[in-house]
């Protein structure tokens, strides 16, 4: 049976922050690889340092994947040098795992929130159902700032997606009491401004974006 990929992005032309999930094999890197291409819209694709090696690394280097450090905690260091790279083609969407990694994590990880939130590019989750061997990329959303809300709302596009391994699928939240760093938020979205080395003027495509 061969692979289905449904894409209701729609007539957002956009970049976007793609927010994949279950993610609990390496296959689903190429699964995304594969969507992208069809979906005409090839992103950064963030991911685990340690994928870069053999076939699979010279892989997601010729896709523009940016390797980082998930397991050492990341942080805000880790955040500000994905913008720094998102700002030297600002016109590129970014693909990424919340979970971070393919083993059972107890949460996702807040990075692709702040990216969308510095950024301004709205957030499409996808799904991989391996049940039925479909990926779907959903309509994209726009952010409010309130994590609880988003992530209710994430819980809901995300349903259908069935996992390879899934045990090893993380539960959609983020770590207890988080909220969002408004003070460095700002400074983040100052650093992405100034940190784009390409401006073009783009259509306002806000209409085609669901706020959440």
Known sequence: ?????????????????????????????????????????????LAQASEFVGIQGRLL?????????????GGVGTVDNVLKWMARTPH??????????IAAT???????YVWSMATGFPVTYCWVDYSR??????????????????????SQLLKPGVALYPD????IRFKAGWTLDWERLERQRELWRRSQSVSKPQADTRSDVAKC
């Open 61 to 73: 280097r010729l896709a523009g994947g940016f390797p980082v450090e998930i397991r050492g905690g």
């Open 1 to 45: 049976m061969l692979w289905k990929f449904v894409d209701k992005v729609g007539a957002y032309k956009g970049p976007l922050i793609h927010a994949a999930y279950p993610h609990t094999s390496r296959g689903d890197a190429v699964l995304t690889l594969v969507a992208g291409i069809l979906f005409r819209d090839r992103p950064i694709l």
């Open 133 to 154: 061997r479909i990926l779907t990329r959903e309509h994209p959303v726009e952010l409010s700032g309130d994590p609880a809300r988003d992530l209710a709302l994430a």
């Open 168 to 171: 090893r699928a993380s539960p």
């Open 106 to 112: 107890p949460r996702w990880r807040t990075g692709y």
């Open 92 to 101: 590129k969407s970014l693909a990424l795992s919340p979970e971070g990694w």
